[in-house]
């Protein structure tokens, strides 16, 4: 079992940088062999795919929207997961989701949100033009 615990969000404007952190609780062999993502969902839209890391961070993924201005990192010893933010625009405004998936190959880093079996309860990002 992992319970996650998503922080950072906040009000920022555009162009700022962001970094969000997910703390996981439960035992760090656990959490070490789950792949972790962040997910995102703006109002009246569906929840959206961000950027996922392998269990050993060694594979990441993000989403076109985003690559090359968010990094995802996870340090396994502190059960941490980062999402670190830049050059935020209007359109990155949602609530962000943090994932686990228990299930995960040591190579993978799924993008679809039936992978992931836990989720925390999410973290608002507002960003201002």
């Known amino acids: 079992q992992v319970q996650l615990a998503e922080s950072g969000g906040r009000l920022v404007q555009a162009g700022d940088s962001l970094r969000l952190a997910c703390a996981a609780s439960g035992r760090t062999y656990t959490f070490s062999r789950c792949a972790m993502a962040w997910f995102r969902q703006a109002p009246g839209k569906e929840r959206e795919f961000v950027a996922s890391?392998?269990?050993?961070?060694?594979?990441?993924a993000y989403a076109d929207s985003v690559k090359g201005r968010f990094t995802i990192s996870r340090d396994n010893a502190e059960k941490m997961v980062y999402l670190q933010m830049n050059n935020l625009q209007r359109e990155d405004t949602a609530l962000y989701y943090c994932?686990?998936?228990?299930?995960?190959?040591?190579?993978?880093?799924?993008?679809?949100?039936?992978?992931?079996?836990?989720w925390g309860q999410g973290t608002q990002v507002t960003v201002s033009s």
């Open positions: 994932a686990a998936d228990e299930n995960a190959i040591i190579t993978s880093a799924p993008k679809t949100s039936r992978d992931y079996d836990y």
């Open positions: 890391i392998s269990r050993n961070g060694g594979l990441t």
